[in-house]
Antibody
Framework: EVQLLESGGGLVQPGGSLRLSCAAS????????MTWVRQAPGKGLEWVST???????FYADSVKGRFTISRDNSKNTLYLQMNSLRAEDTAVYYC????????????WGKGTTVTVSS | DIVMTQSPDSLAVSLGERATINCKSS????????????LAWYQQKPGQPLKLLIY???TRESGVPDRFSGSGSGTDFTLTISSLQAEDVAVYYC?????????FGQGTKLEIK
């Protein structure tokens, strides 16, 4: 069964850092693009970042220069390093897989919650 | 960036009746070289992962009940649930993946009347 399991969320102060992880199973992780999408409380879905199977990265303007997406294909794990966090980064963060960076996302995780507050 | 706008924001439909959700993109998501609409529909239920329902605007994902269907082309799209079941209560999102960044509609909350 294809599964994605996010972890690493929590409460962090403004300006702080956090690293999210997404453990993948049930498919050949290295062959797929992986994406982070977030959902602020009571709001809709916002694309954050995508990494291709080959490591090419894409970022939303709102996180560019602060967030870094990466992957460890040997560990079947996706990461999101979040620095200089702001209150507006508070959200549930989901990871999702797709065949290509420019493609629909066919499997999603349940998400991990990030709260940025003093 | 492409802006996706869904209507209505919320919808109440009786069990067994048809539910229709609309999605409009600010520019065409039809790629002329392959004649495909880069449009997907997702279902979100509390505590569950988002579920892909429809891709390429009208292709049903494996395992999705056939009461779910997608239609439309260019800038105007529709998700139809032909006969609403209790388990269909959820929030539904459209998404364009024609451009980077991809973008989502604001969501439509579907409830039972």
């Amino acid at each position: 069964e294809v599964q994605l399991l996010e972890s690493g969320g929590g409460l962090v102060q403004p300006g702080g850092s956090l690293r999210l992880s997404c453990a993948a199973s049930g498919f050949t992780f290295s062959g797929y693009a992986m994406t982070w999408v977030r959902q602020a409380p009571g709001k809709g879905l916002e694309w954050v970042s995508t990494i291709s199977g080959g490591g090419t990265t894409f970022y939303a303007d709102s996180v560019k220069g602060r967030f870094t997406i990466s992957r460890d294909n040997s560990k079947n794990t996706l990461y999101l390093q979040m620095n200089s966090l702001r209150a507006e980064d508070t959200a549930v963060y989901y990871c999702a897989k797709s065949d290509d960076p420019r493609d629909y996302m066919d499997v999603w995780g349940k998400g991990t919650t990030v709260t940025v507050s003093s | 960036d492409i802006v996706m706008t869904q209507s209505p924001d919320s919808l109440a439909v009786s069990l067994g009746e048809r539910a229709t959700i609309n999605c409009k993109s600010s520019q065409s998501v039809l790629y002329s070289s392959n004649n495909k609409n880069y449009l997907a529909w997702y279902q979100q239920k509390p505590g569950q992962p988002l579920k892909l329902l429809i891709y390429w605007a009208s292709t049903r994902e494996s395992g999705v009940p056939d009461r779910f269907s997608g239609s439309g082309s260019g800038t105007d799209f529709t998700l139809t649930i032909s006969s609403l079941q209790a388990e269909d209560v959820a929030v539904y999102y459209c998404q364009q993946y024609y451009n980077n960044p991809c973008s989502f509609g604001q969501g439509t909350k579907l409830e039972i009347k």
